[in-house]
């Protein structure tokens, strides 16, 4: 399996931006796609974004898209997530996901990050 090590989590105003980063460790983890899922409190987890290991396929929740943007760094085996515009919405858990494609990270998650709190403003 591959660990994940999320950091970059914090608090913003609304309209401020954070960059979220996400450390992989493991023998395969340059087969993995990646993600980023939210969770508020009494809410269920939803997706984020997700992009591929290999073409930097993304795929992002309509919500986010035009002020979220998922990027790869595979020579570090990280991958990150700049977050623009934020609103008070954004505010939750985000967890980092590993899964085998771009394709079933929606439906399949093989390993989570731990989770670090976004909090936005009003």
């Given at each position: 399996q591959v660990q994940l090590v999320e950091s970059g989590?914090?608090?913003?105003?609304?309209?401020?931006?954070?960059?979220?980063?996400?450390?992989?460790?493991?023998?395969?983890v340059s087969k993995y796609a990646m993600g980023w899922f939210r969770q508020a409190p009494g809410k269920e987890r939803e997706f984020v974004v997700a992009i591929s290991w290999r073409n930097s396929t993304t795929a992002?929740?309509?919500s986010v898209k035009?002020?979220?943007?998922?990027?790869?760094d595979n020579a570090k085996n990280t991958v990150y997530l700049q977050m623009n515009s934020l609103k008070p919405e954004d505010t939750?858990?985000?967890y980092c996901a590993a899964a085998p494609s771009?394709?079933?990270?929606?439906v399949r998650i093989d390993s989570w990050g731990q989770g670090t709190q976004v909090t936005v403003s009003s």
């Open positions: 989590g914090g608090l913003v105003q609304a309209g401020g931006s954070l960059r979220l980063s996400c450390a992989a460790s493991g023998r395969t992002y929740a309509d035009g002020r979220f943007t998922i990027s790869r939750a858990v985000y771009i394709t079933t990270i929606k």
